[in-house]
Nanobody, 122 residues
Framework: VQLQASGGGLVQPGGSLSVSCAAS????????MGWFRQAPGKEREFVAA????????YYADSVKGRFTISRDNAKKAVDLQMNSLKAEDTAVYYC????????????????WGQGTLVTVSS
C-alpha cells in the first residue's frame, strides 16, 4: 500500500493551497480517508476525514469553514483544499486510510503517507 502526498509549499497568510494524496495497492473505495498534520514539537492531530462513499466529511474545529476534503474513487485520490491559511496551519500534512469509523483518531488509521510540508508565512 502506498499513499503519496503532494502539493505542499510556502503560502502567505490568508492564501490558499491544495494538497493531494494518490493511493495505490488497496481497494480505495473500501477505505475512509483522513488528513492529519504535525507541527514541530507537537503531536499529530486530526484535520479532516471523508467516508469511503464520499458522503460525509468531518473537520477539526480549527479548520472548519476554511478547509474542504474531497475524494475521487475512480482516480484513487483524496484532496484537501485549504483557504484563509494562518501561520498556525504550518505543519507536515499526512493522508491516511482506515476501515474504522473512528475517523478522528490517529491510532485507528492503518496506512499513512509520507507527508507534505505546508508553510504559512509572509
Amino acid at each position: 500500500v502506498q499513499l503519496q502526498a503532494s502539493g505542499g509549499g510556502l503560502v502567505q497568510p490568508g492564501g490558499s493551497l491544495s494538497v493531494s494524496c494518490a493511493a495505490s495497492g488497496l481497494t480505495f473505495s473500501n477505505y475512509n480517508m483522513g488528513w492529519f498534520r504535525q507541527a514541530p514539537g507537537k503531536e499529530r492531530e486530526f484535520v479532516a476525514a471523508i467516508r469511503r462513499s464520499g458522503l460525509g466529511s468531518y473537520y477539526a474545529d480549527s479548520v472548519k469553514g476554511r478547509f474542504t476534503i474531497s475524494r475521487d474513487n475512480a482516480k484513487k485520490a483524496v484532496d484537501l483544499q485549504m483557504n484563509s491559511l494562518k501561520a498556525e496551519d504550518t505543519a507536515v500534512y499526512y493522508c491516511a486510510a482506515t476501515r474504522s469509523v473512528a475517523l478522528t483518531l490517529v491510532g485507528q488509521y492503518y496506512y499513512w503517507g509520507q507527508g507534505t510540508l505546508v508553510t504559512v508565512s509572509s
